[in-house]
T-cell receptor, first 114, second 112 residues
């Protein structure tokens, strides 16, 4: 158990809908990262937050957005969903020392878009 | 960063044998190289990592070697056990302090 929690574990929805994925980092960690895992693209970095502020963006679509709240939990919002958005979404957290940090992954949310 | 090539994509060994997985990277600024193990239905679990100021690191049956000149690093698992069966991913941070770029993964099967 990494100490990172994610909810829900599974999510099934329809095209065009909007969903919110939630992540709670390990106690004391200030950085949160979101990754998408699919069969064709592998594990891809989406976005990072550090202590409530967006720090870096990767291959994140404009239909996707995220935020980190004062209690350091984070949410990833996916809108106007398409079939191709079906994937595993992982959250990771790290202390935020900038060393670079060791990232610890949560159990993921499996999103299925029908 | 940039690109990480991982080989082989599948590896089957007998219990007790050693397993070696290799990765090459392209970003000369890369300075952090973690390895993750992912079991079915679970998130990636860090098993070992190495930073660019050392050439080798060992933790019980697991070791990682780094050759910065050749831009490659390898995972070595000795005395493999059936519970080592999983998908293993290498990654590198490039010159960043945030983004990990992952290899495509190696499915390791340890046959009893």
């Amino acid at each position: 158990d990494s100490g990172v929690t994610q909810t829900p574990k599974h999510l099934i929805t329809a095209t065009g809908q909007r969903v919110t994925l939630r992540c709670s980092p390990r106690s004391g960690d200030l950085s949160v990262y979101w990754y998408q895992q699919s069969l064709d693209q592998g594990l891809q970095f989406l976005i990072q937050y550090y202590n409530g502020e967006e720090r870096a963006k990767g291959n994140i679509l404009e239909r996707f957005s995220a935020q980190q709240f004062p209690d350091l939990h984070s949410e990833l919002n996916l809108s106007s969903l398409e079939l191709g958005d079906s994937a595993l979404y992982f959250c990771a957290s790290s202390p935020g020392t900038g060393a670079p940090d060791t990232q610890y992954f949560g159990p993921g949310t499996r999103l299925t878009v029908l | 960063g940039e690109n990480v090539e991982q080989h082989p994509s599948t590896l089957s060994v007998q219990e007790g044998d050693s397993a070696v997985i290799k990765c090459t990277y392209s970003d000369s600024a890369s300075n952090y190289f973690p390895w993750y193990k992912q079991e079915l239905g679970k998130g990636p679990q860090l098993i070992i990592d190495i930073r660019s100021n050392v050439g080798e690191k060992k933790d019980q049956r697991i070791a990682v070697t780094l050759n910065k000149t050749a831009k490659h690093f390898s995972l070595h698992i000795t005395e493999t056990q059936p519970e080592d069966s999983a998908v293993y991913f290498c990654a590198d941070s490039g010159g960043s302090n945030y983004k990990l770029t992952f290899g495509k993964g190696t499915l390791l099967t340890v046959n009893p």
